[in-house]
Nanobody, 116 residues
């Protein structure tokens, strides 16, 4: 079993910054992809960004240039630095880890609210 524990959510004003962190623990040999999804009220969960074990990254268009994903393979952690936050970034953010096509895990979610 694998546990993903997120931290760093909260309330921030538009234009502000937050940093989300996620630590994986448990039966870990290597995590292929780590990433972040988000789900706003009344909307489907969407991919925000992911990073592979080799460092390749992908971002959804709406966060490009504002968010940066990083990863520490030795510590099995992934972080999401979010700058220039907008009200539309408000959502519950979920950490995700994929080991293979059929093995994946989710964190419990952390609330990010962007409001003045």
């Amino acid at each position: 079993q694998v546990q993903l524990v997120e931290s760093g959510g909260g309330l921030v004003q538009p234009g502000g910054s937050l940093r989300l962190s996620c630590a994986a623990s448990g039966s870990i040999f290597s995590i292929y992809i780590m990433g972040w999804y988000r789900q706003a009220p009344g909307k489907q969960r969407e991919l925000v960004a992911f990073i592979s074990s080799s460092g390749g990254t992908h971002y959804v268009d709406s966060v490009k240039g504002r968010f940066t994903i990083s990863r520490d393979n030795a510590k099995n952690t992934v972080a999401l630095q979010m700058n220039s936050l907008k009200p539309e970034d408000t959502a519950v953010y979920y950490c995700h880890a994929r080991f293979s096509a059929t093995r994946e895990y989710w964190g419990q979610g952390t609330q990010v609210t962007v409001s003045s």
